[in-house]
């Protein structure tokens, strides 16, 4: 496989419900990151992990929680969500998560789209 | 607060026409940088192209080229003869001091045969 990977990509569950959201990047890179997609609304950066060190949590709810076991997979564990919380999961690599460089652009997967009950 | 603004929720363009999505942003960074991503009904985010703050040339890949003024703090994507294939939506987006993205809310381009 090649690229960035993502799995399930559909998932519908019931706010009582823990699942949890898989990436998996075969680039080589050393950042990953968590964006959520709402409708109508610009995508949004949850969380970023550097050399599986996470660097960045955009103020998101404890109902999600990232896990990061190496710089190639980085899980996303959910539970107790609410309804609003459905959208569309965007997990994305880079090759640095400091610097902004002359094309360290950030390839994203396919998504999750998530469906909150 | 850094802030992407596209002011275009939606597009036509003609087949093997060019055509022009805005894009305007602000910040207060000294060096950053200014992407464009073309998101299909499949979801995924595909990377069209880049600009620097301090490139003096505006960037092109292939049918893509970037319009960037800095002075007007504009970051435009032009598509040069659109294809069929290039229905879908276009994000801007820029990057400061770290590779922490601000997306805008995207523009709808249908491209009509």
């Known amino acids: 496989e090649t690229g960035v990977t993502q799995t399930p990509r559909h998932l519908v569950m019931g706010m009582t419900n823990k699942k949890s959201l898989k990436c998996e990047q075969h680039?080589?890179?050393?950042?990953m990151y968590w964006y959520k997609q709402s409708a109508k609304k610009p995508l949004e950066l949850m969380f970023v992990y550097n050399f599986k060190e996470q660097t960045e949590n955009n103020s998101v709810p404890s109902r999600f929680s990232p896990e990061c076991p190496n710089s190639s997979h980085l899980f996303l564990h959910l539970h107790t969500l609410q309804p609003e919380d459905s959208a569309l999961y965007l997990c994305?690599?880079?090759?640095?998560?400091?610097?902004?460089?002359?094309?360290?652009?950030?390839?994203f997967g396919p998504g999750t789209r998530l469906t909150v009950l | 607060a850094q802030k992407i603004t596209q002011t275009q929720p939606g597009m036509f363009v003609q087949e093997k026409e060019a055509v022009t999505l805005d894009c305007t942003y602000d910040t207060s960074d000294q060096s950053y940088g200014l992407f464009w991503y073309k998101q299909p009904s499949s979801g995924e985010m595909i990377f069209l192209i880049y600009?620097?703050?301090?490139?003096?040339q505006n960037a092109t890949e292939g049918r893509y080229s970037l319009n960037f003024q800095k002075a007007r703090k504009s970051a435009n994507l032009v598509i040069s003869a659109s294809q069929l294939g290039d229905s879908a939506m276009y994000f801007c987006a820029q990057g400061g001091a770290t590779n922490k993205l601000i997306f805008g809310t995207g523009t709808l381009l249908a491209v009509q045969p």
């Open positions: 994305a690599s880079s090759q640095d998560g400091d610097t902004l460089l002359p094309y360290n652009e950030q390839f």
């Open positions: 600009q620097g703050s301090y490139d003096e």
């Open positions: 680039l080589g890179h050393n950042a």
